[in-house]
């Protein structure tokens, strides 16, 4: 085969379709058995390493959409105060602070999205990091 012909033959694959990836079943998602003794899957969020978080959903898929991160200050029976964080998609699913569902907080006061400023901020970062290396 000439170089022309194979290099025709590979410009077709390109309107190909990937290949299905394989599907892994995320064991973390299953969350008790149902009356027959199969596994129950539930939405789940994973990460939080350099403030990036994903939604694998119970079919196993990762969600697409967008995930915000809110924070609600709470207080001890003591009186000494916390930060309670919570993810909520696009959609309107609310998540707490260790991935699992969780209804909408009621009576909370979250504190003012700073997601803005934290962009403004990374991207300043990187700014002065891509300066350092020239």
């Not at 969020?45 to 939604?55: E, K, P, Q, S």
Request: with cysteine; glycine share 8%; charged share 40%.
């Amino acid at each position: 085969m000439s170089r022309k012909e194979e290099l025709l033959k590979n410009l077709k694959k390109i309107t190909e379709k990937p290949p299905e990836r394989p599907r892994h079943i995320v064991v973390s998602n299953q969350y008790g058995e149902d009356k027959d003794g199969n596994p129950i899957y539930i939405d789940r969020i994973y990460g939080g390493l350099n403030g990036r978080y994903r939604l694998v959903q119970k079919d196993f898929t990762e969600y697409k959409g967008t995930l915000k991160t809110k924070r609600v200050h709470r207080k001890y029976e003591s009186g000494e105060g916390y930060y309670q964080q919570f993810h909520v998609t696009g959609d309107g699913r609310w998540f707490d602070n260790s991935g699992m569902p969780c209804d909408e907080p009621k009576n909370a006061k979250f504190e003012k999205e700073e997601e803005q400023e934290e962009q403004k901020e990374t991207k300043q970062n990187e700014l002065d990091m891509l300066k350092d290396l020239k």
